[in-house]
Structure formats: C-alpha cells, structure tokens
C-alpha cells in the first residue's frame, strides 16, 4: 500500500506512545494507520498558539489523571516542567482498535506541541478524544494550574498546494464495500486510489457486530449446511424487505455472496467463528449467518493489514468534494481534500462510489428514521449521495425513506443508542423474556428482529424491557461488551437506576422491581409466574416462543429491567445502478464512468434487512463492482 506518510509503524508507534514521551514541539510525528496526513484538523508540528505558557506555573513532577473514554476508563500521564507540559502519554485504554488509535497518538503530540487544551477532536473519535482532554485537564488542576488558561486558540496551517494524479480506478469510502473494490481492483492489476475522510479505513463494519451472511460458501457447507440455495436467500430477502427488493440487485448478490465470502477467507485473509457455528435465525430459512473472530473490530484490522500489504494507493484523512465531468456527461475523476488543506485533483478511467448511508445526516432522513436512535458511524454523512445527486450529474436515487431499525437500543445519550442484541442473544438462551411498560410480556423473544420491532413501535412509549434474573444478567453483561457497553457503563447507569436514560432497573424482588419502574407489581408477578409454568409444561401457549429456548425458569433475584428502544444505523435507500454496478441517472440513463457499492445503493435490502446481510452486500458488491470496471477498461 502507497499512502501519504508510511502506515507500516504502527504496532511500535503505538506501544511507544504508551511508554515514550511525546516530548517537543516540533519533528516527525507519530505515523499509524490510521492518518496519513500531518493531523486531524490540529497542528502537531509547530506551536502556533498566543503563547502563554511562560505566564502559567506548574508544580513540576509527572501526574495521573483518568476520564470515562467510549470502552471504559482512559488514563494519561503528564509530565510538567515550571511553565512547560513536557510529555503526555496514554498509559491505560480500551477503546476501539483501530477506530481510536489517531487520537491516542495525535491528541497528546498536539498538547504538547501546541502546550493548549484547546484541541479539535479526532473525528470519528471523540469521545475517546474528549476522554484524554478531560485526563488531561485533570493532571493540569493537579499540577496546581488552571486548565481555563491552556485553552487559547491553536492557529491551523492550511495548505494551498495542489496535486495532480491519475489512476485507472478511485474509490471513495473505505468501509467494507471500499476495501472490498479497493482490494479486488488491485488484485486485478488495476492503478487503485482509495480515499478515505476519516482518520481510519473501516467504516461502519468496524463498529458491528461483526455478522455476516454467508450462504452458498464453502465456509457455510464445512459448517453442515449443504441444501441453502440463491433462490432461498432472494425469498427471504424478499419476505423480510416488504418485497420492496430490487430483484435483479438481489439475485447477483444471492448468486455471489459464497463467492466473495470464499475470497475474503482465503485471499483477504477474514477469519469466521466456525466454532461458534452458523446462527439460527427466524429471518433465514437456513441458517447462513457467521460471525467474524473478533467481530467488526476483527475484520477491520485484518482488511486493513491486506489493504497496507497492497498496491492500493491509500489517502487517509482526504474527503471527495466533487466529481470530474467531461462535456460528455461523463465522471473522469475527482476533486479531493486533505485534512491541510491540501486539493488533489485525480484524473481516472473509472470512480467506484463506496461512501456508506446517510444516517448521520438529518437533511436526508425520513421521519420515522429521525424518531429512532442513531448508532453507526460518525461518517454516515450521505457524502455519496449529495455529490452524484449534484447538478450535472444528476443521479437517481429510490427507497430513501427506508433503515434498518432494530428494537434492542439503549440510549447512551440524547439521540445515540448502543446495541444490546449480543447480550440478548444470550439472555434469551436462559430466562431473559420482553415486556412491556406495564409489565406485560408482548412478543415471542426468538421471532425476527422486525417482528419484535413492529411490537416495540406499536407501545405507547415505543419502547419495552428486557426482564432478567441474576443468572440471566450474569451472561449479558458480556455479550454487551462486544458493542462497547463497558462494565464501568452498566455500574454507572444501575446506580441510577432508572433515574435518568438509560434505563436500567434493579432489585432484590420482583415487587421491588416494578416499584422502581412505576409497573404494577401484580402484573409483574404475574408476567413471571406465567411464564415459569410454560417452562414447566415446555409449551410457551401465548407467544410460541420456541421449546429449545423454554429451558430455564425465571429464578432467584436480584432482578434487572433494560430498557430496549428502537435503533438504526444502516439506511436502505441510496444511488441507482444497474446490474453492472453503473449509475444511473434520473432518466435511467448510464452515467459512464461512475459506479457505486455498499450501503451508497438504494434497493437491494428493501425496506429492512436481516441480520448480516449489510456486511454481505457491501462486501459483495465491492469486489462485484471492482470486476465490473475491469470488465469495461479491458
């Protein structure tokens, strides 16, 4: 892989910011993989600022101080001199690999060069980048100085250079259907430009799950199931997406998803969770589910390393602003931006649109959309959308009003959901049940998520809980970890009990619990009595909630409500393309030279999709899309 700054330091850079101080003010940053230009919008090569420092006393001496990061609890070490910070380091964190390495490097080597707290947060980062501010903040006041005093103003270098480069083929996003056309486009000898606005490659597959369909691969016959078939898949999709599905989309990617899972697997390198087994879906009417090794943060990290192993051009921090139109009509290239300022304008045979959803973008959401949680990506911002959609090219776009909806959020903050499904997963295999507001049980628990969602929207509060006892409790907390619900988390929002959003309830008995909740305690009991004796008699008789999930009795307390609302991430609406990946226009007409994968396509899902299929697609039409261009350019 080609990038701005090389990308292959980054395991020793990491661990030396952990050990090493970031002393100075000025040389060679500390390079990752995850930004390849000299910063995040911030200034870490020269101190810029009114500088004050001279007028700011510290108590010399190192100093610890921590603050709550996205995973848990980031600490930091300061070094102070009489009027200097000589050093920060993060010294303990648990945020996302890969996601948040910029600002464990950048945010400290910008304290220090700039000696300023007032410093832009790394986008897709910023909680974790706030968290090593506020550490920060904290040793300053230890250290016997104001923070309020290293908040002056850090000037920005902007650049005004401009280069010119070509290529066969750019592509703009790198998330799984990026790095997936990105990936394929080079192994087919293509010259590949890849650019991506964050500070990392993985987008929103990096922050899942990590789920993925893989019907008709050889991973899914080693797993035991020999008989699924592309007319299967398209019949589910369809059921499951309202028929809303546009067929000739979905019958290549029933038709090519084995295909591309057996490439990822064996030339990309993904590892899949054969141990744990193909799922058991209500959504499937074979099971054809897998997870990565390590989830999305897994994959992300092994697509990366192929991706720094390849040809591929890689600009990291450098948004598309605009494409390159000939007096044909026709894309020729793009204009792009780095995070100095600096304007690239590249000139290629062909631009593969891999820029995600919209669900970050407001002006582009529907209302049902807008009243539901928000938890993907930061960069979900619609950027595809709103540049082949401009005047002059002028693309067409169906099913906007259209996302995928899951009833198992918790609002982390106003708007923000994180997932609990993992955890559900697990608490369903036990004794974990739904209910509702009033303490009424309302939903089979093991029917499809879009089942138990249209439940969820029909309550009043268009919300329910999930009612646990302590062994039950015991098994989800775990399994809410791999969303980035920490531990720290749970304690926190259980002091609250209730008190505030999240939602999470406790108590040493059933009657103790629907009093913290407002329920009727009767109600409750009898909720729970209920279902006890259809445990006893291995027939759930008001919900038909499968016998292999009635096996264990709502037991001994103390007992948990967590609240379970509406959430979305993933946007089914978006660009329309033909069969060959090519958009089109608002008159169907091909706009030569412009193609789009992933989640920036409008159609194939309908208006819902199944679990694991986001991470099928976009994989899929990647490398499909990337075979295509190869296809037009021979």
């Not at 990290?301 to 390159?324: C, N, P, W, Y």
């Not at 679990?611 to 990647?622: H, I």
Request: aromatic share 6%; with cysteine.
């Amino acid at each position: 892989m080609r990038t701005n700054i090389s990308t292959k330091l980054l395991p020793v850079l990491l661990m030396l910011v952990l050990v090493l101080s970031l002393a100075g003010c000025s040389g060679e940053g500390a390079n990752t993989n995850t930004g390849t230009n000299s910063g995040a919008n911030i200034n870490t090569s020269s101190n810029e600022t009114a500088d004050n420092t001279e007028k700011i006393t510290f108590k010399s001496g190192t100093y610890t101080g921590s603050a709550d990061g996205k995973n848990g609890t980031v600490q930091v070490e300061v070094t102070f001199s009489e009027h200097k910070i000589e050093s920060v380091k993060v010294i303990h964190f648990n945020e996302t690999e890969g996601v948040s390495d910029a600002s464990v490097v950048k945010i400290p080597e910008a304290i220090v060069a700039n000696q300023s707290l007032n410093i832009d947060a790394i986008s897709g980062a910023t909680v974790t980048s706030d968290a090593i501010l506020a550490a920060v903040s904290d040793c300053v006041t230890q250290a016997g100085a104001d923070p309020l005093a290293l908040n002056q103003e850090v000037m920005k270098k902007v650049s005004t250079e401009v280069e010119e480069l070509t290529a066969d083929v750019v592509v703009i996003g790198g998330g799984a259907a990026g790095m997936s056309a990105s990936l394929r486009a080079d192994e087919l000898g293509l010259k590949t430009i890849l650019l991506e606005k964050m500070t990392y490659i993985g987008g929103a597959i990096s922050i899942s799950g990590g789920n993925q369909v893989v019907g008709l691969s050889k991973l899914q016959q080693e797993a035991g199931v020999t008989d699924d078939s592309a007319d299967s898949i398209v019949q589910d999709f369809q059921a499951n997406g309202g028929n809303k599905n546009v067929t000739e989309l979905l019958n290549l990617f029933a038709e090519n998803v084995g295909q591309t899972t057996d490439w990822l697997n064996q030339y990309v390198g993904i590892q899949y969770d054969m141990a744990g087994g193909l799922h058991k879906l209500a959504e499937y009417s074979h099971n054809r589910e897998l997870a990565y090794e390590a989830g999305g943060p897994g994959f992300a990290k092994q697509a990366r390393q192929k991706v720094e192993e390849s040809g591929v051009d890689l600009h990291l921090e450098t948004r598309a602003e605009k494409l390159i139109t000939d007096d044909k009509g026709a894309v020729t290239g793009v204009v792009a931006k780095d995070s100095t300022g600096k304007t690239y304008n590249i000139t290629a045979k062909a631009v593969i649109m891999a820029t995600g959803g919209y669900g970050n973008n407001k002006e582009l959401l529907s209302a049902d959309l807008k009243a539901a949680l928000y938890y993907g990506p930061t960069s979900s911002t619609g950027d595809g959308i709103v540049m082949a959609t401009a005047e002059g090219i002028d693309a067409g776009t169906r099913l906007m009003e259209y996302g995928k909806r899951y009833p198992n959020g918790v609002e982390v903050s106003e708007g923000i959901a994180k997932s609990t499904i993992v955890g559900n997963i697990s608490a369903f295999k036990k004794s974990g049940i739904l209910i509702n507001t009033a303490g009424k049980r309302v939903v089979n628990e093991k029917s499809s998520n879009r089942s138990i969602l249209e439940v969820e929207l029909a309550q009043p509060e268009q919300m329910l809980y999930l009612l646990m006892d302590q062994a039950t409790f015991d098994i989800f907390q775990p399994g809410v970890s791999e969303a980035g619900i920490s531990q720290a988390d749970i304690d926190s929002w259980l002091k609250n009990n209730g008190s505030i959003a999240p939602y999470f309830f406790h108590a040493d008995t059933v009657e103790a619990l629907a009093a913290a909740a407002g329920m009727d305690s009767a109600a409750l009991q009898e909720t729970v009595n209920r279902y006890n004796g259809f445990i006893k008699a291995g027939k759930d008789a008001d919900f038909g909630r499968p016998a292999e999930y009635l096996t264990e009795q709502i037991g001994t307390g103390p007992y948990y409500l967590v609240e379970q609302k509406p959430r979305f991430a993933t946007t089914m609406g978006g660009l329309v393309v033909n069969a060959d990946f090519e958009v089109l226009n608002t008159s169907d007409q091909v706009i030569s030279g412009l193609y789009a994968a992933g989640e920036v396509v409008g159609g194939v899902m309908g208006d819902d999709s199944p679990s694991g299929a986001n991470n099928a697609w976009a994989l899929t039409s990647g490398k499909l899309s990337a075979e295509e261009v190869v296809s037009k350019l021979k």
